[in-house]
């Protein structure tokens, strides 16, 4: 079997690394006609000093640099000695193209280690002059040289290193500070146009209730009324799909305004807007009106450029335009692109596999930019290293940067491609299954790993099915295939090919069109239109657990569930939203979108929240929020946690101590929808925040304008307090109420004055908020204290009493005889 892997040059050019430092290359002593060189080696240690069983970096080499990146000095050795009188000898050593490299050394005792780099003399072929020393050419030979000693001094205390960051516990946005990298797990893209992402999105933390940040329009929806009567706008199925491609790069949504009727002849605008705010960043038209079709992050890594790049791609043909995420800018092309796989490798270049002719070929877009350098002699040292496509247009022939005879005798096509692993193909018919996979893995291209027939069940021969590959993961070794007529999905070893287990007939409403799954968690999900979630152990394909997305009201006329169509997995979670071909209207009402836990509880269903589409895109996640066009409005939504105020006030004169101090206050949601203009009319003191398990009845009524849920509760708030003599006291917790305020009522027992702190820790659904206020305690009236009458000026109790009796003596007897006259 030949196997013909071509590697891109670029890692044979010179090493721009000395521009950097270009002292290393004035650090000769010899006459460059003698051909000879005197080296100086050197020894480096990181961290110094360190603790005892701590890891160091050595940093071992000579000051001098060779042609291309390949390239390295050999035979280097580093010797030890160590603070009880033994050593040992570290090496062999190769270094990189730059005269160095690194070697990692655990020391195992305390004391001062003494560490010295050798080098030895060896011959190196300049095949061209060094662009910064034109005497660098032909056969040089190198010296051999010693380093002074290094004192690597080992303590018993660890040294420190750079502490981590935590997760955000409060509302967070875009651009995230590069150094906060711990939250790469909760910052993921969505790339591949909506609904054809694998549905993995593993970089989030998915969202726990139906919290809406914002929302906008995306075109005229929701009820016509008038003469329309109960008829809703078009929402695009069947056929005339909206929303469709839409992206998430960077904690920014991406989405075609218009539909895709029409082509380049018809009016296309693409809209960037912030996903955390609902800001609109730009609206443009891209070139000759095209619609972006999928997203690239890719991390450009050379020796003197690392960095992550990002863009918009759109397809005309086979030519692709990408265009600048940030702006929206036209940056550069690529014309003649075959057909096959388009899927991502490693560090985010675009890769295409195509079989043809028993040949299997890789395309890569970076490969493309490589290879055409290469043609361009005059500009390849120049643009070395480098990542400037800025400005050209270039042929896609350049991009095969892998090529492999495939064994003979595989039967079908490829049904799977995995990145660096495998291609799987899975062949079927009415009386087998023909599997097999070839490696793609770096060093063993080409190789068979299997190939393996099983012979089907009898009923396929004598039976009319629809037979065929569903879905696999190398992660949990197995490959599935569907039987559509009888609902069973047959799985086999991903690593043999062999027959492992069926699973038990689904409803058999899931025969129609609409099923799908996906692998996560060990486990394989389903669900189709008989609206059923079918959870099955990958191992066993036993049912763990089912879940019935029930239509309570029996809205849908052939079913007792809501089709439905799983949307994206992640953090533990799957997402469901309903679905179909092509519905009627008026729309059946109270079609629900669904967050169930891997092992099938329900974390939160909103019923008539955000109903989705067949033809259009569906709900995607990037930044750990959910943006979802909702068909019965046409408005795309954007669900994640919210952030929230709080205030607290405490009675502004002095409270006696001992008597009753009443601390008030409210929390509100202030995402930035709740300050839209309808909201800020309806809503004037603010939108309450509201209990995660009110949370989807409360955003129907704040943005669908449902009616008003009567029994909703607010959140918990927990009074705190710090009293005169600094003590800190826990008063207690109370609930806001469905306005969002809260009262609560303590004691003060010490004179002076308190610090009152109020917090909302926060929920599911948002994100926490915490205040402060002040109050003034004062002493307490002594019911025993006596009064003396002449220091006060004052009378006393007793003299008061009679006076009163006498008063009200000489009226009674002025009235008796102003009577008796009349």
């Given at each position: 079997?030949?196997?013909?892997?071509?590697?891109?040059?670029?890692?044979?050019?010179?090493?721009?690394?000395?521009?950097?430092?270009?002292?290393?290359?004035?650090?000769?002593?010899?006459?460059?006609?003698?051909?000879?060189?005197?080296?100086?080696?050197?020894?480096?240690?990181?961290?110094?000093?360190?603790?005892?069983?701590?890891?160091?970096?050595?940093?071992?080499?000579?000051?001098?640099?060779?042609?291309?990146?390949?390239?390295?000095?050999?035979?280097?050795?580093?010797?030890?000695?160590?603070?009880?009188?033994?050593?040992?000898?570290?090496?062999?050593?190769?270094?990189?193209?730059?005269?160095?490299?690194?070697?990692?050394?655990?020391?195992?005792?305390?004391?001062?280690?003494?560490?010295?780099?050798?080098?030895?003399?060896?011959?190196?072929?300049?095949?061209?002059?060094?662009?910064?020393?034109?005497?660098?050419?032909?056969?040089?030979?190198y010296q051999a040289s010693v380093s002074d000693k290094l004192e690597l001094i080992v303590q018993d205390s660890a040294i420190e290193y750079y502490p981590t960051h935590s997760i955000p516990n409060e509302y967070w946005a875009r651009p995230i500070d590069a150094q906060l990298r711990e939250w790469s797990t909760i910052a993921g893209s969505w790339l591949e146009g909506a609904g054809r992402n694998g549905f993995i999105a593993p970089y989030n933390d998915g969202p726990e209730t139906a919290h809406i940040l914002w929302t906008t329009e995306l075109t005229m929806g929701?009820?016509?009324?008038?003469?329309?009567?109960?008829?809703?706008?078009?929402?695009?199925?069947?056929?005339?799909?909206?929303?469709?491609?839409?992206?998430?790069?960077?904690?920014?949504?991406?989405?075609?305004?218009?539909?895709?009727?029409?082509?380049?002849?018809?009016?296309?605008?693409?809209?960037?807007?912030?996903?955390?705010?609902?800001?609109?960043?730009?609206?443009?038209?891209?070139?000759?009106?095209?619609?972006?079709?999928?997203?690239?992050?890719?991390?450009?890594?050379?020796?003197?450029?690392?960095?992550?790049?990002?863009?918009?791609?759109?397809?005309?043909?086979?030519?692709?335009?990408?265009?600048?995420?940030?702006?929206?800018?036209?940056?550069?092309?690529?014309?003649?692109?075959?057909?096959?796989?388009?899927?991502?490798?490693?560090?985010?270049?675009?890769?295409?596999?195509?079989?043809?002719?028993?040949?299997?070929?890789?395309?890569?877009?970076?490969?493309?930019?490589?290879?055409?350098?290469?043609?361009?002699?005059?500009?390849?040292?120049?643009?070395?290293?480098?990542?400037?496509?800025?400005?050209?247009?270039?042929?896609?022939?350049?991009?095969?940067?892998?090529?492999?005879?495939?064994?003979?005798?595989?039967?079908?096509?490829?049904?799977?491609?995995?990145?660096?692993?495998?291609?799987?193909?899975?062949?079927?018919?009415?009386?087998?299954?023909?599997?097999?996979?070839?490696?793609?893995?770096?060093?063993?291209?080409?190789?068979?790993?299997?190939?393996?027939?099983?012979?089907?069940?009898?009923?396929?021969?004598?039976?009319?099915?629809?037979?065929?590959?569903?879905?696999?993961?190398?992660?949990?070794?197995?490959?599935?295939?569907?039987?559509?007529?009888?609902?069973?999905?047959?799985?086999?070893?991903?690593?043999?090919?062999?027959?492992?287990?069926?699973?038990?007939?689904?409803?058999?409403m899931d025969s129609y069109a609409g099923t799908n799954r996906v692998i996560a968690y060990g486990k394989l999900f389903s669900v189709g239109y008989a609206g059923i979630v079918y959870c099955y152990d990958i191992t066993t394909g036993n049912t763990e657990w089912t879940y019935l997305i029930d239509d309570e009201y029996n809205?849908?006329?052939?079913?007792?569930?809501?089709?439905?169509?799983?949307?994206?997995?992640?953090?533990?979670?799957?997402?469901?939203?309903?679905?179909?071909?092509?519905?009627?209207?008026?729309?059946?009402?109270?079609?629900?979108?669904?967050?169930?836990?891997?092992?099938?509880?329900?974390?939160?269903?909103?019923?008539?929240?955000?109903?989705?589409?067949?033809?259009?895109?569906?709900?995607?996640?990037?930044?750990?929020?959910?943006?979802?066009?909702?068909?019965?409005?046409?408005?795309?939504?954007?669900?994640?946690?919210?952030?929230?105020?709080?205030?607290?006030?405490?009675?502004?004169?002095?409270?006696?101590?001992?008597?009753?101090?009443?601390?008030?206050?409210?929390?509100?949601?202030?995402?930035?929808?709740?300050?839209?203009?309808?909201?800020?009319?309806?809503?004037?003191?603010?939108?309450?925040?509201?209990?995660?398990?009110?949370?989807?009845?409360?955003?129907?009524?704040?943005?669908?304008?449902?009616?008003?849920?009567?029994?909703?509760?607010?959140?918990?708030?927990?009074?705190?307090?710090?009293?005169?003599?600094?003590?800190?006291?826990?008063?207690?917790?109370?609930?806001?109420?469905?306005?969002?305020?809260?009262?609560?009522?303590?004691?003060?027992?010490?004179?002076?004055?308190?610090?009152?702190?109020?917090?909302?820790?926060?929920?599911?659904?948002?994100?926490?908020?915490?205040?402060?206020?002040?109050?003034?305690?004062?002493?307490?009236?002594?019911?025993?204290?006596?009064?003396?009458?002449?220091?006060?000026?004052?009378?006393?109790?007793?003299?008061?009493?009679?006076?009163?009796?006498?008063?009200?003596?000489?009226?009674?007897?002025?009235?008796?005889?102003?009577?008796?006259?009349?």
């Amino acid at each position: 079997m030949k196997k013909i892997i071509k590697k891109s040059k670029i890692r044979s050019i010179l090493v721009i690394f000395l521009l950097i430092f270009p002292i290393l290359a004035l650090t000769t002593t010899v006459n460059a006609q003698e051909k000879t060189r005197v080296t100086y080696a050197f020894i480096g240690a990181t961290p110094n000093p360190v603790g005892v069983n701590q890891e160091v970096l050595l940093h071992v080499g000579i000051t001098d640099y060779l042609l291309v990146s390949e390239d390295g000095f050999e035979g280097l050795t580093v010797t030890v000695e160590k603070p009880d009188g033994s050593s040992e000898t570290l090496g062999p050593i190769r270094t990189d193209s730059t005269g160095g490299t690194g070697w990692v050394y655990v020391p195992t005792m305390t004391g001062t280690y003494r560490l010295q780099t050798h080098f030895p003399e060896q011959v190196y072929t300049w095949v061209s002059p060094a662009a910064f020393d034109p005497s660098l050419s032909g056969e040089i030979l190198y010296q051999a040289s010693v380093s002074d000693k290094l004192e690597l001094i080992v303590q018993d205390s660890a040294i420190e290193y750079y502490p981590t960051h935590s997760i955000p516990n409060e509302y967070w946005a875009r651009p995230i500070d590069a150094q906060l990298r711990e939250w790469s797990t909760i910052a993921g893209s969505w790339l591949e146009g909506a609904g054809r992402n694998g549905f993995i999105a593993p970089y989030n933390d998915g969202p726990e209730t139906a919290h809406i940040l914002w929302t906008t329009e995306l075109t005229m929806g929701g009820l016509a009324g008038g003469d329309m009567g109960e008829h809703g706008m078009v929402c695009g199925d069947a056929y005339e799909g909206k929303y469709i491609d839409a992206l998430i790069i960077e904690g920014k949504l991406y989405y075609n305004k218009f539909e895709g009727q029409g082509g380049s002849d018809v009016e296309q605008v693409v809209v960037a807007m912030d996903l955390h705010t609902g800001e609109v960043l730009w609206e443009k038209t891209l070139l000759d009106n095209e619609q972006i079709e999928f997203g690239q992050t890719m991390y450009w890594d050379t020796m003197n450029s690392h960095g992550v790049y990002t863009y918009l791609w759109a397809t005309s043909g086979t030519t692709w335009m990408a265009f600048d995420a940030q702006t929206g800018r036209w940056v550069y092309s690529i014309t003649n692109v075959g057909r096959g796989t388009r899927t991502f490798g490693p560090n985010g270049e675009i890769l295409i596999y195509n079989i043809a002719d028993g040949v299997l070929t890789q395309w890569n877009s970076t490969a493309v930019y490589y290879n055409t350098l290469l043609e361009e002699t005059d500009n390849y040292y120049y643009h070395a290293g480098r990542w400037r496509p800025q400005g050209r247009t270039f042929d896609a022939s350049y991009g095969i940067d892998l090529t492999i005879d495939l064994p003979g005798g595989l039967s079908g096509s490829a049904s799977a491609y995995y990145v660096n692993d495998r291609v799987l193909g899975v062949s079927i018919s009415k009386t087998e299954v023909e599997s097999w996979a070839v490696s793609l893995e770096p060093g063993n291209e080409g190789d068979l790993i299997f190939k393996n027939t099983w012979t089907a069940p009898a009923i396929w021969a004598s039976s009319n099915l629809d037979i065929g590959f569903a879905t696999g993961s190398v992660e949990d070794g197995v490959f599935t295939i569907w039987v559509k007529e009888t609902r069973q999905y047959y799985a086999f070893d991903i690593n043999t090919g062999e027959y492992l287990w069926v699973t038990d007939s689904e409803h058999y409403m899931d025969s129609y069109a609409g099923t799908n799954r996906v692998i996560a968690y060990g486990k394989l999900f389903s669900v189709g239109y008989a609206g059923i979630v079918y959870c099955y152990d990958i191992t066993t394909g036993n049912t763990e657990w089912t879940y019935l997305i029930d239509d309570e009201y029996n809205e849908i006329l052939w079913s007792n569930g809501w089709p439905a169509r799983i949307q994206f997995v992640t953090d533990g979670k799957i997402y469901l939203g309903m679905e179909e071909h092509s519905s009627v209207d008026p729309k059946p009402r109270g079609a629900p979108y669904i967050c169930l836990s891997a092992d099938g509880q329900e974390v939160w269903r909103i019923d008539g929240g955000f109903r989705q589409t067949h033809w259009g895109g569906n709900s995607i996640i990037g930044d750990s929020v959910i943006a979802a066009m909702n068909t019965y409005d046409q408005r795309i939504y954007a669900i994640g946690k919210g952030a929230t105020s709080i205030t607290v006030s405490a009675p502004d004169t002095g409270v006696a101590v001992g008597s009753s101090a009443t601390l008030k206050g409210s929390v509100m949601d202030v995402s930035p929808g709740t300050k839209d203009a309808d909201l800020s009319i309806r809503f004037p003191n603010g939108v309450p925040a509201i209990s995660d398990g009110d949370m989807s009845e409360w955003m129907l009524y704040v943005y669908s304008q449902f009616e008003k849920p009567a029994s909703a509760t607010g959140v918990t708030v927990t009074l705190e307090a710090i009293d005169p003599n600094g003590n800190y006291q826990y008063l207690g917790t109370t609930t806001s109420d469905i306005s969002g305020n809260y009262g609560f009522t303590f004691k003060p027992e010490t004179q002076g004055k308190y610090t009152i702190m109020a917090t909302f820790a926060g929920s599911g659904g948002y994100y926490g908020a915490t205040t402060t206020t002040y109050m003034s305690v004062d002493p307490a009236a002594s019911a025993s204290t006596v009064i003396n009458a002449e220091e006060t000026g004052f009378i006393t109790t007793e003299v008061a009493i009679v006076a009163a009796v006498a008063v009200a003596a000489v009226i009674g007897v002025a009235a008796y005889f102003f009577l008796k006259r009349k």
